[in-house]
């Protein structure tokens, strides 16, 4: 069995002979890539001569990392934060509001460059630095998930997004349809989407408002994707 491999996507691929040297090389991507300006992917693969070998990939070059863990079907990503924050809350409400013309993919927010491409997170995949380096390092010693981070798995991300926007929004009495949503034109459903999300941008919206705004945002953002659906 060969040894880890860690690989930064443009050709500088090291064989770490001991945790203490991987990282070393983890803290010496991190310092390149913020002098470079742009956030890069890093890989540790478990063992490079098995093609299911388990990998970690773990997003440096920025105030805060973003680690995901991959073996065979099975995907993982860090989630940072508490359950119950408020303003895990509001970033997940604003995520999901996000414009359809803004978002990209799956509601996926962060980004960071690997080789000649990019991949994209949810913005709740931020974790410190500190504990990307530490799960870096319990993986090299044990070539399974790190137990030190919290981790949401790829396949229930926007499930667990929205079950946690519904647990922390207060109960409203008598819901509205908003039937007047239906009857507008997307360019003013857009327009209102985007003032809602900026709203939440702002965090002027407290937890006993943002149930009815959240609310319409989510009817405004439906009729806007019906709206654009003969275009796809």
């Known amino acids: 069995m060969a040894g880890p491999l860690l690989a930064d996507g443009r050709g500088h691929d090291v064989f770490p002979a001991s945790e203490e040297e991987l990282l070393a090389e983890l803290r010496r991507f991190d310092a390149e890539?913020?002098?470079e300006g742009e956030p890069r992917i890093v890989v540790i693969y478990g063992d490079p001569d098995?093609?299911?070998?388990?990998?970690?990939?773990?997003?440096?070059?920025?105030?805060?990392a973003t680690v995901c863990y991959d073996h065979g079907l099975s995907s993982?990503?860090?989630?940072?934060?508490?359950?119950?924050?408020?303003?895990?809350v509001a970033n997940a409400m604003r995520s999901r509001l996000k414009p359809p013309l803004q978002r990209?993919?799956?509601h996926r927010e962060i980004f960071y460059a690997y080789g000649d491409g990019h991949a994209e997170f949810f913005a709740w995949s931020r974790i410190s630095r500190e504990d990307a380096l530490s799960s870096a390092g319990e993986f090299f010693r044990t070539g399974q998930r790190p137990t030190n981070i919290d981790w949401v798995d790829e396949d229930n991300a926007i499930n667990d997004q929205n079950n946690a926007i519904k647990e922390e929004l207060p109960p409203r009495q008598g819901r509205s349809s908003f039937a007047d949503v239906k009857s507008m034109s997307f360019k003013a459903a857009l327009?209102?989407?985007?003032?809602?999300?900026?709203?939440?941008?702002?965090?002027?919206v407290d937890l006993e408002q943002s149930a009815e705004i959240y609310e319409r945002g989510e009817a405004?953002?439906?009729h806007c994707n019906q709206v654009l659906k003969p275009a796809r």
């Open 50 to 64: 098995d093609k299911g070998t388990p990998k970690l990939s773990i997003g440096l070059g920025a105030d805060e």
């Open 76 to 88: 993982a990503v860090s989630c940072g934060g508490r359950r119950g924050d408020k303003s895990k």
């Open 191 to 204: 327009k209102e989407l985007e003032q809602i999300v900026t709203r939440l941008e702002k965090g002027d």
């Open 104 to 106: 990209r993919g799956r």
């Open 33 to 35: 890539f913020r002098a």
């Open 220 to 222: 405004l953002r439906a």
